[in-house]
């Protein structure tokens, strides 16, 4: 019973696991990227599970894969050889440039990153830790001390050795500097230099170099910068053009890693293309990835080169589930779907479809500061009105979280103060899904705008 299950959230169940909606889903079905509620209401799913179920919800091809799998079997461990994991590994390899030759397997995003400052700090001998304001990373304890969301927000203590810098946010700047834009919609921008000369990312750019300065007279002890391309949690958070170019240089030559966390912008999620770190004309040295990867089923890797990967010769790392024939079962049917049709380029199209349709809501509408985004990577920011972006009041933004709900969509949630709508859904929607979800928002701001 719905009640029944209310009660175990409240009293057996972690206090961090809030409910979403003040009257929540029930969900017990799905279909690519169709929900279901145990009354038989359908839903459309924009938020695919916070950003997880990439080719879609059930999807046939991925389900007769698993099935296949579990009647033949479930695990070994990493202990033993078995087929799929030689196959899925070249797979997933030939998604990368060519530098990258070793992957680790994990279960979860946190773990991946993890493992990924581990190695960084290994390999470099090197400590220090160089992550973004307003970043999510994981919940491990180690990889807590660089999500700087809410860390930042209750200045909660973030670890030994991490450096947060500041989040150089085009919409907002981190104190209210004025910034440029560089993306497909430039209806706000706000300072007077042409499309893509913004020299902002320059200068953020030397708050990086700033830290690498005062850890490191000479040649650094930065272990590794840690990015998102577009910050997931954060609330679609874009850097100016050139930031993280320049970051990215100035790490790697004073002898950092560049860990590029693509555990939400990945798989072709940006549209433009397969991993969000290509659209910086960045070359980590190191990419995780998370969520996307299974399509739901929990499984995670660690993408590097032969040279970094090495430094584990000389050190433990095991892990029981990472990359069992399950997780490698779907993985790879995974990456036969967002090939076989297309969801990458479906992402580029429905995605500047939706930005533009989005857009057009913002002109409407006092309350919405900003739409921004890249692909199906899409983030809707709330505000009191359009020139002071102050954050719309929390009420009234989960009136429109509430009302969107009612009247059949789901978005997710999030930024510092939770006033930004995120959007990011099954890569394969299409257009007439996001008319449907474009109507819906504005009636729901529309409401809520009275
Ligand atoms: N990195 C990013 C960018 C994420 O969005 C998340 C999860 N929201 C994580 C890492 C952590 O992944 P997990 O919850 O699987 O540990």
Not at 349 to 373: H, M, P, Q, S
Request: aromatic residues 10%.
């Amino acid at each position: 019973k719905y009640e029944d299950v209310v009660q175990t959230r409240r009293e057996n169940l972690s206090k961090g696991n809030f409910p979403y909606y003040k009257e929540n889903v029930m969900i017990h079905q799905g279909h690519k990227q169709w929900l279901w509620d145990t009354n038989g209401k359908r839903y459309l799913d924009l938020f695919a599970g916070i950003v997880t179920v990439s080719v879609g919800h059930c999807h046939p091809k991925v389900n007769a894969a698993l099935e296949e799998q579990i009647k033949k079997l479930w695990h070994t461990t990493t202990i033993y050889h078995y087929p799929g994991i030689h196959e899925y590994t070249h797979k997933l390899l030939k998604k990368f440039p060519s530098k990258f030759g070793v992957v680790l397997y994990t279960n979860s995003g946190s773990e991946a990153n993890d493992l990924a400052m581990y190695i960084s700090r290994l390999y470099t001998g090197k400590f220090d830790i160089i992550s973004l304001r307003n970043g999510y990373h994981g919940m491990s304890p180690y990889t807590m001390g660089i999500t700087n969301l809410s860390t930042w927000k209750y200045n909660v203590p973030t670890g030994f050795g991490i450096h947060p810098t500041m989040n150089p946010d085009i919409f907002k700047g981190p104190w209210g500097g004025k910034q440029c834009r560089d993306s497909p919609i430039q209806a706000l921008r706000d300072c007077s230099c042409e499309p893509g000369e913004c020299q902002a990312g320059d200068n953020y750019s030397n708050q990086v170099q700033d830290i690498l300065l005062y850890c490191a007279p000479k040649g650094g002890k930065v272990a590794a910068m840690i990015v998102e391309s577009i910050q997931g949690v954060g609330g679609a958070v874009q850097y100016p053009k050139n930031f993280l170019k320049n970051s990215a240089k100035m790490v790697q030559s004073a002898g950092g890693l560049v860990i590029s966390d693509e555990v939400q912008t990945g798989f072709g999620r940006t549209g433009s293309n397969y991993w969000g770190f290509e659209n910086h004309e960045i070359l980590p040295d190191i990419v995780t990835m998370a969520k996307g990867i299974g399509n739901g089923f929990p499984m995670a890797a660690v993408v590097t080169t032969k040279e970094i990967a090495d430094v584990l010769g000389q050190a433990a790392y095991f892990n029981t589930f990472g990359g069992n024939p399950m997780a490698c079962a779907v993985g790879s049917a995974v990456l036969d779907v967002i090939d076989e049709e297309k969801l990458q380029e479906n992402c580029q199209v429905v995605g500047t479809y939706f930005l533009n349709e989005l857009a057009k809501l913002r002109d409407e509408f006092e309350i919405i500061g900003d739409v921004r985004g890249k692909g199906l990577m899409i983030g809707l920011e709330l505000v009191e009105d359009k020139k002071s972006k102050k954050p719309l009041n929390l009420d009234r933004v989960l009136n429109i979280f509430e009302t969107s709900k009612n009247m059949g969509i789901l978005v997710g949630r999030g930024g510092l103060y939770g006033n930004v709508f995120r959007i990011k859904p099954p890569m394969c929607i299409t257009k007439e899904d996001v008319d449907f979800g474009v109507y819906v928002l504005r009636e729901a701001i529309h409401k809520e705008s009275k």
